[in-house]
C-alpha cells in the first residue's frame, strides 16, 4: 500500500528520466556516493531524489542523485 501511494505521487510531481541519464549521472560523480563518498563497486549506488517525492519532488534527472542503498535510507525524506 505506501509503495503503491508513493508511485502514485511520483506521477503525479511530473517527470521522469532514463536510464541512459541515471548512467550518465553516476559517470559524472565518478560512481561515487554522495554522501558517504564510497565508490562502484564496494557499493551500489541508489537514485535519491534531491527533493524527496513525499515533498512534491520530480522524478526529472536534475532532482536525482547518487546515494549508496545505507545512506539513502537514512537521508529519508530529509533534503540535503
Known sequence: FIQARYLLKKSNNGG???FQEWEELKKKFKYTCL????KEPQ???T?????PVSKNGSN???NIQPLCKYCNSKKGDKLL
Open 16 to 18: 521522469a528520466h532514463r
Open 35 to 38: 554522501m558517504c563518498k564510497r
Open 43 to 45: 557499493i551500489k549506488l
Open 47 to 51: 537514485i535519491d531524489h534531491k527533493v
Open 60 to 62: 526529472y534527472i536534475d
